[in-house]
Structure formats: C-alpha cells, structure tokens
C-alpha cells in the first residue's frame, strides 16, 4: 500500500520524538525497525493488532511480532521488512495476507513497507504500516455472494436474453442464449444486436423499438420475430426489452429477454390445421355426425349429411334432444343415455327405426362416445344408415332359411333315392344268389354271374354313400363303440376289397401286429374307414399294381397305413383330398367312378373316434394314407366263450315275404324255397294281413315302404294279434338311416336289413329262429 505519510517520515528522520508521536496518531498501525529488522516502535494501532506491547515488542525480530502467512496457501509470507533493507525501496505485500496475533486471533491485512533513510540517504531502518481489513474483507465477500446468487439464477433461467448498451452492443448474454442459438460469446459480445449471426436481428421495427428504450425511458412486451436462425429451424420468439442500470454507476443499459413460442405456434398451426380437416370430415362424411352436450343432451353441432338423411336444415338439430328428432323413444330414454356415456364413455344402439320428414322409414346403428374438446366433454353420436344393409340381412336370413330347407328337401331326396335304387338292386342280387345256387354252371355263366356280382356290389356302395353325404353335413352318424381289436377289422377289409383288387390283378399284402391291438369304437365305422381307403388305393393303381396294408402301435397310438403305387395326388390336390365330393381323376371317362365321398367319410369317421388322418404323395409313385387312433391302455373284459356252436336249422320255417316290388318278393322267396324253407308272398298291406292270419309265419320279411298300409302300420296291428304273437319280424327295406331303425323298432320289429341284402344275414335269422323253437 502506498502511504503519503513515509514520506514525511523519510524526511523528519532527524527529528525522532516528533516522529514518534505523529506515528502514534496515525489511524493505521505501524511498526519501525532497524536494519536487522529487529522491532523499535510499534504505534497503539499495531499493538492492538499484534497483541504485542511496545515494551514487550522492542528488540525483538519482526517476524516474531508481525506473523503473517498467506491465508489461502497458510504458509509463511517473507517480511517485506526485508526486501526493503535489501533494496531501499517501497514494498507492497502479497494479496490474501492474514496476520496472526500474539494470542492467535487471525484477521487480514493490507499493508506496505518503505526504508528509513539518514541524513546521508543510508537506509536506517524501515517502517511498516498495515491496516485490519476484515470488515472490508465481509462487504466483498457479501458483494461476491450475491453476484454469484444472482449468476446462478440468471445462469439457470431458461429464456435466453442479451444486456445492451445505450448504443445496442452487446455487453453479456446468458447460458441459454448461447446454447438456444449456438453461437459462442466471441461472437456475441460487444457486437451490435443487429450484426448479430447473419443479421437476423437486423428488423426495423426492432432496432427502432429498442433506440427508444433509454431516451424515452421506454420498454415494449411481446414483439413477435418469426425468423429461420442459422443452426436452427424455424423459430418463433418474443422480446421482451427493459431499462436497467449497472450497479456502482450510473451507466444505462437494456436488458432484451426472449421467450421461446416456436412449440406453441407449431401447436397452435397443428390445431388449426386440425381443425380444418376435421370441419372438412365433419362437412363431407357420409355418416350422420351429431355433437352433443354431455350435461343435457342436447345438439349442440350437426353436419350436413344428418341433415340430408332427416330433411331437416342444420339448424333444425340445434337445442333438441335425441328423442325429439325421432332417435329414442322418450326424454327418458334420452336421460339415460346420457348417464350412461357419463359413466362408460360409449354407447351403442343398433337397428333403431327413423322416420325423415318426407315419411321414409329408415334403420340406423348409433355409435355414441365422449371425447374432449378444448378441455371440456362434448359426446359425438355416429348416425349410419343401414337400411340397405338390413334389407340386406333379412335376405340372407332368407335365403339360408330357404338353403336349410333345400337341404332337408335334398336329405330326403337322398333317402328316397336310394330306397327306389335299392328296391331294384334286391331283386338282382336275389336273382344273382339264385344263380349262384345252380350247378353244372358253363364257363360263360360263370364269368357273366361273376360280373352282375361285382356290379351289383359296386351300385350298392355308391347307395350308401349318397345316405353318408347326408348324414356327414348333419352330424347324424352315430357310433356303437365297443373294444375291438383293429387286426380283425383289417383283415375283414382286406377280404372285402378282394373282389375288386382281385379284377384289376392287383396284389394286397398285410403286416399285422402279433399281438391284439385294441381300441374303443364302432367295429362297422372302422371296417368301413379301411374299406374305403383300399378301395381309393386299388381305383387309383394300374392294373398289376401293388397295394400294402400296416399296422403297428407307436406310443399311445394304433397306426394304420395303406400304401399304393399307383398314379398319385397332385401337389395342389393334395391338400383338398379329404373335402367333400373332391377327386383326383376328372377325366371325361369316368372310368374310376365314384362320388368323391369316401375320403371325406374317412376323415369324419376318424376325427370323431378321436384319431387323425393324413396323406401322403408323389406323383407317378403312389400314396400313403396313414390313419392314428388312440389305443386301449388297459386289456379289455374277457367275453364269456360260447358252450357250443350254433346248430344249423333243423327243420325248414314258415316264412311270409311281404313287398310290393313283385321280382323282389319272388325273388326272395325263390331262395327260401332252395333253402327248404315253405314261403308265401304278399304284395300289400292289407293283403299281408290277411295272409298272416291263414297262414300263422314264423318269420315275416316285411318292406315298410307299402302303398296304403305300410310296414310299419302292419308290424304294429301283427303285435296286436294274440295269434302272432311269437312271430319274427325282420324289416327288409331301402331306408337304413339310424332313425329308420329306431322306428322299425318302436314298431315292434325285431330286426332291421336294408336292401339289398346279403342273404346270409337272413339266413342267420332263420338258423336263430328255428334252433330257438326247436
């Protein structure tokens, strides 16, 4: 510190008790010292501040008395004393300097040290003057803290803003500034605002606005700058510009604050541009759009295709209630809707009736919600007109009203069908049976039999498989499960299909299990899955051809394969192979014949016995058909075995054969009368009755399909016949679906054959019968 007063004191060096009593008015402290800086005065000032006495202090070395270290660093400063010795000149000590008391008190100084000269400009000595500057010490640190307070709040606010001068320089900027605009404070600071980036700041209206800030002691709010700024997109902002001053003088200057609305100016457009194209949707939809308060009810909005649907003007909806404009029954009605959109925020009505002001009728579907607009509920009611679309389901109501009945029609079609198809058939086989019977048979007899016999077989399946077309789309074929071992069913398919392999030369070769492999179904069901894929296997392979027949068990499963090589399946047929009337060959010929009912049965048949079925091919190398069905975990109950076979018939029967189709009942009765059996015949109901009477059967073969009195009106009036009492019936007849035996049955026959029969299953009636009466 540089002190006028060391001068003086220089000066009146020779005149020391003056000097010592100036030097102990002195506000500051002061400290002289010999060459050897030992202490020879300390003012009060410095007693006080050091703690020393001047008594105590004299002659002691300064460092001792005046204990100064710096106060960030603590370590000990070197006595200016020193220097001043050493160089005669004015010495100023380093800054954050603490003096330690003699009784440790600790305060900082500002201090100063000259040499003392003699009369010959020899340095005498040196004086010490120092001042305790603890109190301005606190005021600069209170000055910092609240400039680094104020620092941190300007640093943390978000808007960016600039202090100008009075001539629009830039003096500062905060953090936000540079960080919004990205531009560093190089190229900020002391430039004029306008010169600023690429001049986007450069506006007219700006720079005037902000020349009238200090003279007119002006300030302006909200000045709106749209501008694309260098670095940044598109920006909106608003300047806000204030006069403020710099604190510890009176200097001017204007603080430019900027608030960043880019966000809501794109929001504000966004909704705008909203609120276009949902007037446009709402102006141009071709449903009926109403807009409804969510306290009331009541329309509020409606667009014009409401009004075009009603005949009403736009205007005509305003302030009404639903059930006022015909869309619900009541004000109640109405009320309630409303309470329920408030709860669950969506309601849906369906087919209510509307009447338009030119007395149209009209059906619509109302699909209401609540949605917010402008932060407030408002519910939008979707009208949409479907009439036509109604018109449109009571048609096909109709017509698959009209499609069902077409099917029980066809259903019952079928059944006749294959009742008038059968009625001829029985006769034939008869006649074939009959043939059969003859001996000394020529060769060409033979081989014509042989062929009326294959023939007749092959028109008995296509029967029965148009009654399966039926009953697979209705769901009306029944099982009669029981535990059956699937080797015998094989081996009865194999010897079914025999006939027809056997014409074509084709060889069929089994590999069965040793042991029984048993599963729960229907015996005939099953017999007729493997028929029907041997037959599809032996219509599909050439002449000479190979057919092969596994089964196995894997796992938990029964599986049955049947191996062909024969043409093949298409790729693309492949997948349909099991639909309903699909074949693979569709050539012109028709030489394979058939419905394309048999795989689609098979499939049927195994997906209700709880198996799967799926097939494999290769064109021009056959196809495999591999069938899985879950087997029998534990042995099944053991039957009772038989004491003894049943004997054949011991004594010929008396049999009435009752059907209106003559060659079917001389047919019939032709082949009783070749097996011993007496036979009389019947062509009606009523003649059938009086027959019994005369005659007394055992056994009667009756047709239920009679003219005038049928079967089953002359089955009932037989079991009211004490006299006929123990006789047998057997229904021979061409309906064989499982509810035309429940009625045979209900009628009081005791067994049911459908035509055309097998007579060796009415031989086995008859052998039952007379061993029973024997």
Same mark, same amino acid.
């Given at each position: 510190m540089t002190d006028p007063s060391l001068a003086s004191i220089e000066a009146l060096h020779f005149r020391p008790e003056w000097c010592r009593v100036t030097l102990a008015s002195i506000g500051d402290a002061v400290i002289t010292t010999d060459t050897s800086a030992n202490i020879t005065f300390l003012n009060p000032v410095a007693e006080s501040l050091t703690g020393w006495t001047l008594a105590d202090a004299a002659g002691r070395s300064l460092s001792e008395v005046f204990n100064i270290v710096n106060e960030e660093t603590r370590q000990q400063v070197e006595s200016p004393t020193v220097r001043a010795v050493r160089e005669g000149v004015f010495v100023g000590l380093a800054n954050h300097t603490l003096l330690i008391a003699k009784d440790g008190t600790q305060r900082p100084i500002d201090d100063s040290a000259a040499p003392i000269r003699n009369a010959t400009g020899e340095v005498a000595g040196v004086v010490l003057v120092f001042r305790d500057i603890t109190q301005r010490k606190q005021q600069e640190k209170l000055t910092q803290d609240a400039l680094e307070y104020a620092e941190n709040i300007l640093a943390t606010l978000r808007e960016p803003f600039l202090v100008l001068d009075k001539s629009l320089r830039v003096v500062t900027a905060n953090r936000a500034f540079y960080q919004n605009f990205q531009v560093a404070p190089e190229e900020t600071q002391g430039r004029f605002v306008y010169e600023l980036g690429d001049g986007e700041w450069n506006i007219p209206k700006l720079r005037e606005l902000l020349e009238e800030v200090l003279p007119q002691n002006h300030s302006f709010d909200h000045f709106h700058v749209s501008h694309k700024f260098p670095a940044n997109a598109q920006k909106h902002l608003l300047l806000n510009a204030r006069?403020?001053?710099?604190? $510890?003088?009176?200097?001017?200057?204007?603080?430019?604050?900027?608030? #960043?609305?880019?966000?809501? +100016?794109?929001?504000?457009?966004?909704?705008?541009?909203? !609120?276009?194209?949902?007037? %446009?949707?709402? !102006?141009?939809?071709? @449903?009926? =759009?109403?807009?409804?308060?969510?306290?009331?009810?009541?329309?509020? @909005?409606?667009?014009?295709?409401?009004?075009?649907?009603?005949?009403?003007?736009?205007?005509?909806?305003? $302030?009404? !209630?639903?059930?006022?404009?015909?869309?619900?029954?009541?004000? @109640?009605?109405?009320?309630?809707?409303? %309470?329920?959109?408030?709860?669950?925020?969506?309601?849906?009505?369906?087919?209510?009736?509307?009447?338009?002001?030119? $007395?149209?009728?009209?059906?619509?579907?109302?699909?209401?919600?609540?949605?917010?607009?402008?932060?407030?509920?408002?519910?939008?009611?979707?009208?949409? #007109?479907?009439?036509?679309?109604?018109?449109?389901?009571?048609?096909?109501? !109709?017509?698959?009203?009209?499609?069902?009945?077409?099917?029980?029609?066809? #259903?019952?079609?079928?059944?006749?069908?294959?009742?008038?198809?059968?009625?001829?058939?029985?006769?034939?086989?008869?006649?074939? +049976?009959?043939? %059969?019977?003859?001996r000394d048979r020529s060769p060409l007899q033979m081989e014509a039999h042989g062929m009326?016999?294959?023939? /007749?077989?092959?028109?008995?399946?296509?029967?029965?498989?148009?009654?399966?077309?039926? %009953?697979?789309?209705?769901?009306?074929?029944?099982?009669?499960?029981?535990? =059956? @071992?699937?080797?015998?069913?094989?081996?009865?398919?194999?010897?079914?299909?025999?006939?027809?392999?056997?014409?074509?030369?084709?060889?069929?070769?089994?590999?069965?299990?040793? +042991?029984?492999?048993?599963?729960?179904?229907?015996?005939?069901?099953?017999?007729?899955?493997? /028929?029907?894929?041997?037959n599809n296997a032996s219509k599909y392979t050439n002449r000479g051809g190979h057919i092969w027949v596994g089964l196995k068990r894997e796992g938990d499963e029964a599986v049955l394969r049947v191996r062909d090589n024969g043409i093949g399946i298409a790729p693309e047929m492949l997948p349909r192979i099991f639909d309903l009337f699909t074949q693979a060959d569709r050539s012109l010929d028709r030489s394979q014949g058939g419905l394309g009912i048999g795989l689609s049965?098979?499939?049927?048949?195994?997906?209700?016995?709880? $198996?799967? /079925?799926?097939?494999?091919? =290769?064109?021009?190398?056959?196809?495999?058909?591999?069938?899985?069905?879950?087997?029998?975990?534990?042995?099944?109950?053991?039957?009772?075995?038989?004491?003894? #076979?049943?004997?054949?018939?011991v004594r010929p029967l008396k049999v009435l054969v009752v059907d209106d189709n003559v060659d079917a009942a001389k047919g019939v009765a032709m082949l009783l009368r070749a097996f011993g059996h007496d036979a009389r015949l019947a062509l009606d109901g009523a003649g059938a009755m009086q027959v019994a009477l005369e005659y007394s059967p055992e056994v009667v073969l009756l047709d239920i399909g009679l003219p005038i009195v049928n079967g089953y009106q002359v089955a009932q009036w037989i079991r009211q016949e004490p006299t006929l009492k123990d006789v047998v019936l057997v229904a021979l007849t061409g309906y064989g679906q499982q509810s035309d035996r429940q009625r045979s049955l209900d009628a009081g026959f005791d067994h049911h054959l459908v035509k055309p029969v097998d007579f060796a299953k009415v031989q086995s009636i008859l052998s039952a019968v007379a061993v029973k009466a024997s």
């Open positions: 006069r403020i001053r710099q604190p $510890g003088n009176h200097s001017e200057l204007i603080l430019l604050a900027m608030e #960043d609305i880019t966000q809501r +100016q794109q929001a504000q457009e966004s909704m705008e541009v909203s !609120e276009v194209r949902y007037r %446009r949707l709402f !102006e141009a939809a071709k @449903d009926g =759009i109403l807009i409804l308060d969510t306290v009331h009810g009541k329309v509020t @909005d409606a667009n014009p295709f409401m009004a075009q649907l009603l005949g009403y003007s736009p205007e005509a909806f305003l $302030g009404k !209630e639903l059930w006022q404009i015909g869309l619900l029954r009541d004000a @109640d009605s109405s009320r309630a809707m409303v %309470r329920e959109l408030q709860e669950k925020g969506y309601v849906r009505y369906e087919n209510l009736p509307l009447e338009t002001t030119s $007395g149209r009728k009209v059906e619509v579907e109302v699909v209401a919600n609540v949605y917010q607009e402008d932060h407030q509920p408002v519910i939008q009611c979707n009208i949409r #007109d479907i009439t036509a679309r109604s018109q449109l389901e009571n048609k096909t109501k !109709e017509q698959a009203k009209s499609l069902a009945d077409l099917s029980r029609r066809k #259903d019952e079609f079928l059944a006749m069908l294959s009742h008038e198809l059968r009625n001829p058939l029985a006769p034939i086989l008869n006649a074939v +049976q009959l043939l %059969r019977l003859q009326i016999d294959r023939q /007749v077989g092959q028109l008995a399946r296509l029967v029965d498989d148009l009654l399966e077309v039926s %009953r697979i789309s209705t769901g009306r074929i029944h099982l009669q499960e029981e535990r =059956i @071992d699937l080797r015998g069913i094989v081996d009865s398919a194999i010897e079914t299909n025999q006939p027809q392999a056997g014409q074509k030369g084709q060889t069929v070769a089994k590999s069965l299990p040793a +042991q029984p492999l048993w599963v729960y179904g229907d015996a005939m069901r099953l017999e007729q899955v493997v /028929v029907n894929l041997l049965l098979v499939q049927s048949l195994i997906t209700m016995h709880g $198996g799967r /079925v799926e097939a494999q091919s =290769i064109v021009g190398e056959g196809s495999e058909f591999i069938v899985k069905l879950p087997v029998l975990l534990s042995p099944p109950v053991p039957t009772a075995v038989p004491d003894a #076979d049943v004997p054949a018939p």
